[in-house]
């Protein structure tokens, strides 16, 4: 679908020179001299790169729409990663680098969503956050737990995380999988 350089916002999608990018940052320029133009900064789906490219406000460009399918992530062999949609129970293989530094969080069972376009799985998001368990981390002193300072710790999956000092070896936390960074003890 066709749309005007005006109307892109952060996470649309978008197929520029014979590729798929997502929006990641746009701002409206209007100088004093010459015409206004959109400024945009995309990422490559596939790729990862990114491309900073400055349309005019007569320009059009092409909006993509992804198909968003669930899947529960079954298993890992090598290189594949396996899944079976929560609708149909068809399988199907990935790549494993399609999941990217967050696959370090996929654990059985986990439910995730793949965007697809033209019947092709093209990313891989899984939840915002999980629950783990600390295996390692300093003990606890007293009288540190009054200031804001943080400690290193060791999580189930081998992930090493920054957590506030009052938190213990057993304890389970919950992890944003975007930057593995701590959010908030377990309830």
């Not at 900073?52 to 890992?76: G, H, I, P």
């Not at 290189?79 to 990217?100: C, I, K, R, S």
Request: with cysteine; aromatic share 6%.
């Amino acid at each position: 679908m066709k749309i005007n350089s005006n109307d892109i916002r952060i996470g649309n999608v978008l197929e520029h020179l014979s590729k798929l990018w997502v929006v990641t940052k746009t701002q409206h320029v209007q100088p004093g001299k010459g015409g206004a133009f959109m400024q945009v900064e995309m990422k490559e789906l596939r790729g990862g790169s990114k491309l900073n490219e400055r349309f005019r406000a007569a320009d059009t460009v092409e909006k993509v729409f992804l198909e968003e399918m669930e899947f529960q992530f079954l298993y890992r062999d090598d290189e594949t990663l396996h899944f079976m949609n929560q609708d149909t129970f068809d399988q199907v293989q990935l790549p494993a680098d399609l999941v990217g530094d967050s696959i370090v969080f996929l654990e059985d069972g986990m439910i995730i969503k793949i965007c697809m376009y033209e019947g092709a799985p093209i990313s891989v998001s899984l939840p915002p956050t999980v629950v783990l368990q600390i295996v390692e981390a300093e003990p606890v002193v007293k009288g540190q737990t009054a200031t804001s300072s943080y400690k290193p710790a060791v999580l189930s999956n081998g992930v090493k995380v920054m957590v506030p000092q009052h938190i213990e070896t057993g304890a389970k936390i919950v992890v944003d999988t975007s930057d593995s960074s701590y959010v908030e003890r377990a309830k």
